[in-house]
């Protein structure tokens, strides 16, 4: 049975916004649980600290943080005590002193990954051809341009700013490993979830498993729940 005293808070990651989350979100409030999607403006990794830090005041009870790609750093720098446990989806995990752009660029890319760089404005978005290519492999031609239409471009700010120490280390963690990821490579998602001591669970899935693969997510969203339920 679902603990009404349980939330949970999902952050998307780059080149995406809350939408991407929604097989998981409906199926979470099928079940009961309480379920919000945190919209990050991605402009700085302290404005999506910030963003984050917002919507947890808005939701009460224990909270499951979960957290895709790129967000796997920002909600690793939440400090709000309501936080119980944290969930990595194909997610970037900085240790103290560390950047987002330190672990994303620590192994050589997949072949198919996206050449990323600034637009004149000083926004990075996704070429378009890059959904199909290495987001989301996996997807449908339809969900593939729904992704690449309502994707949200990032500052170079979110990734260059060294960490302080993160949740993972003083909260049980749970990291879901994509190992058809062409975003961030397997062996990088290996290397920190066995440094967070996370309790991993592979898969071949691709980058964005809330997408093509969301029996999985859910899976281990319901296993954190039930490590913090009270009773």
């Not at 979960?66 to 900085?94: E, M, N």
């Not at 062996?187 to 999985?216: G, L, N």
Request: with cysteine.
């Amino acid at each position: 049975m679902p603990s009404d005293n349980v939330s949970v808070v999902l952050a998307h990651g780059a080149w995406a916004d809350g939408s991407s989350w929604a097989k998981v979100i409906g199926q979470l409030a099928v079940e009961g649980f309480a379920v919000v999607a945190a919209p990050l403006p991605l402009t700085s990794f302290q404005d999506d600290v910030e963003a984050l830090h917002r919507t947890i005041e808005r939701v009460t009870g224990p909270v499951v943080l979960v957290g895709h790609a790129y967000a796997g750093a920002v909600i690793a720098a939440t400090r709000d005590a309501k936080v119980k446990a944290l969930v990595y989806v194909a997610a970037l995990a900085p240790d103290e002193g560390e950047t987002v752009a330190d672990v994303f660029y620590r192994v050589a890319p997949h072949p198919q990954a996206p050449n990323l760089a600034p637009d004149n404005h000083g926004r990075i978005y996704l070429p378009r051809e890059a959904f199909a290519a290495a987001f989301a492999q996996n997807a449908s031609i339809e969900e593939q341009a729904v992704l690449a239409a309502v994707q949200r471009p990032i500052k170079p700010a979110c990734i260059t700013e060294a960490v302080n120490r993160p949740l993972w280390k003083d909260l049980p963690s749970w990291f879901v490993v994509a190992e058809q990821d062409r975003m961030i490579p397997q062996d990088s998602q290996r290397f920190m979830a066995k440094r967070m001591k996370a309790r991993m669970h592979a898969y071949p899935i691709d980058h964005t498993p809330m997408v093509t693969a969301p029996s999985i997510v859910l899976e281990t969203i319901r296993e954190a729940i039930d490590h913090i339920a009270p009773g």
